[in-house]
């Protein structure tokens, strides 16, 4: 289904940086919604670690830089909520009452979708992904994730605290209830992400944590693949044309190149990839 027009008319406001919160807006402006991307004189810091990726999340959005700490800036600020339906925001929040941001989103009635770290008590103890995750057992001691599962985890529920903030502002169309205030806890969303390593469905050893030969990672001769028959059927079929435990299929994978295998996914349809590290091209082998 295509909704790139499900937010047509729909002007956000963000001042989300780093990761969740572009993230978000990103997906926003791909629904059709105007993003006024509003940065500190700093800038984004997502645009000096990563400037392509940056680019590529703030695409078709208006960027400006305002000193929400100056009072002429933050005038500007409450001039562009006028208009706007929606603030988005990804800090503590003592930091979003010290900059006057809930008075803001009450006068203007808006709806204020604020990702933070934690709930509760902790609402303004200082965290990360890497932190979040450690807390709740989705990290290897000794190894770094190769994607932010909270980071991300999180922008998609901001995106969903958009709609159902959209939607309970249109039970109200009068505005009596002022602004509308959803939280998104990145806290939160890495418990949730761990959920099935607490359940003992990928922590190591489990069903997709390593203990099937058929859900696994494999040497080829020239790479690296990931085969992922879970359904018998496709158990079945590895196991009667490569092999059926480990070590056969290790010996077997690592005697013939990638393509090799992928010739053979291709024929007999088996969930079969090859694994690219996070530079290499999207394209797919032949």
Do not use: C
């Not at 994730?145 to 959209?166: F, I, M, N, S, Y």
């Not at 044309?241 to 056969?248: K, P």
């Amino acid at each position: 289904m295509d909704d790139s027009a499900a937010l047509t008319g729909i002007t956000v406001i963000t001042l989300a940086v780093n990761l969740p919160g572009p993230l978000a807006a990103a997906r926003l402006t791909a629904m059709g919604a105007r993003v006024l991307k509003v940065e500190p004189p700093s800038g984004d810091p997502l645009q000096h670690a990563a400037p392509e990726y940056y680019r590529d999340l703030a695409a078709h959005q208006e960027v400006m830089t305002l000193d929400l700490k100056a009072d002429a800036d933050r005038a500007a600020l409450d001039s562009l909520a006028a208009d706007a339906h929606l603030l988005l925001t990804s800090m503590r929040p003592r930091a979003a009452a010290a900059l006057g941001l809930p008075v803001l989103v009450e006068r203007h009635g808006l709806v204020h979708v604020e990702i933070v770290g934690f709930n509760g008590d902790r609402a303004d103890v200082p965290g990360h992904d890497l932190t979040y995750q450690a807390a709740h057992g989705s990290l290897v001691p000794g190894t770094m994730p190769t994607v932010p599962v909270a980071d991300v985890l999180g922008g998609e529920r901001a995106v969903t605290a958009v709609l159902a903030g959209l939607r309970q502002r249109e039970q109200d169309p009068e505005g009596t209830s002022g602004g509308i205030v959803q939280r998104v806890a990145l806290d939160d969303a890495a418990h949730w992400a761990a959920g099935m390593a607490r359940h003992g469905l990928t922590s190591p050893g489990a069903h997709l944590g390593g203990g099937s030969p058929f859900y696994q990672t494999y040497a080829t001769a020239d790479g690296h693949i990931a085969i992922g028959a879970v359904e018998p059927h496709f158990a079945s079929t590895v196991g009667q044309m490569i092999g059926s435990d480990h070590d056969t299929l290790t010996r077997a994978f690592a005697a013939r190149p990638t393509q090799s295998w992928m010739e053979l996914a291709r024929t007999h349809d088996l969930p079969i990839e090859p694994i690219r590290t996070p530079t290499a091209p999207a394209s797919r082998l032949a």
